[in-house]
């Protein structure tokens, strides 16, 4: 098997992905902060079905976490990641470290006025910005046709979609579901940071999207109600602490009052089970 390519220049980012497209090559590009799961293989499967490379990015984007959050201590292990994007079909790794993307004296952001004002946005204040940032410059190094976000990030993949449509930029944006344990819990990164009884507790996010899911078909439609019940079962574990249960319109992401008939939701749920704040949700048509 040719071996990956490890890309860590703006440059050669940029050479690689003129190459490609003088070759005729449809470009598929899937930006992680790598410590690579079972949910990112699946986006990498996606990218890799709907075009001939696959660009992955493995970079830990410092403008995205808040000044207490885990930047330093997120979980790292590049050789694991190199290996799995290997194997589940990736051309390319773009590694580059956050002095070659910020540089010195950076100082051009990216940030949308209205998607990033609730929900993770009103949690993580400046999280969106650091988002939407690294990911136009990522779309300028790497000129993806199609790019592969998860549905994990809800809100983020709408702001995605919002950006790429506003600023122009000429890619395809396709959202893969939720990836979940067998027993329910979505995977993530920061799962290592949960103890085995934390693990546990965990499963109160997926069980509480479950049970809204089976009142809904029993005919429910208040979202009071719906967010009422969900938050019992969340509260129903000692480490537990909510920052939101919320169900949105799934194009606008505004809350609602009450489900109508053939319309789409989003329910969402962001809380901390000890000290990992973990976030879950789940689309529903009605
Ligand atoms: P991250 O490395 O956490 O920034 O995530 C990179 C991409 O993987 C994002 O588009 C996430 O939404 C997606 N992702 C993370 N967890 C999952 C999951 N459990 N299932 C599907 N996609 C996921």
Do not use: W
Request: aromatic letters at 8%.
């Amino acid at each position: 098997m040719e071996k990956i390519k490890i890309i860590t220049t703006v440059k050669d980012m940029h050479e690689f992905s003129r190459q490609a497209k003088k070759a005729g090559k449809r470009i598929g590009f899937v930006p992680t902060m790598g410590y690579l799961h079972e949910g990112h293989m699946s986006l990498i499967r996606k990218a890799k079905e709907l075009s001939d490379i696959v660009v992955v990015s493995v970079f830990v984007n410092p403008t995205q976490f808040g000044p207490n959050e885990d930047f330093a201590k997120y979980p790292r292990d590049f050789e694991r990641d190199k290996k799995l994007i290997e194997d589940n079909g990736g051309t390319a790794i773009f590694y580059p470290t956050p002095e070659e993307i910020y540089g010195q004296n950076f100082q051009t952001y990216v940030s949308l006025d209205e998607l990033p004002k609730t929900l993770e946005g009103e949690f993580r204040p400046s999280h969106f910005k650091g988002v939407t940032t690294v990911v136009s410059i990522l779309f300028n190094c790497v000129s993806p046709d199609v790019a592969v976000f998860g549905q994990k990030d809800a809100q983020q993949a709408a702001i995605i979609k919002r950006m790429t449509k506003d600023l122009k930029f000429d890619c395809e944006i396709i959202e893969a579901p939720i990836v979940r344990e067998q027993d329910g819990l979505a995977l993530s990164s920061r799962n290592i940071y949960l103890s085995a009884s934390e693990r546990k507790d965990a499963l109160v996010l997926s069980k509480s999207l479950f049970h809204a899911d089976a009142l809904i078909k029993k005919g429910e439609k208040s979202a009071a109600n719906l967010i009422q019940e969900m938050t019992a079962i969340i509260n129903s574990v000692a480490t537990s602490k909510l920052d939101y249960v919320s169900i949105v319109d799934a194009e606008t992401f505004v809350a609602v009052k009450t489900l109508e008939k053939g319309k789409e939701y989003y329910f969402l749920i962001a809380c901390r089970i000890g000290a990992t704040r973990l976030i879950d949700n789940m689309k529903i048509t009605l």
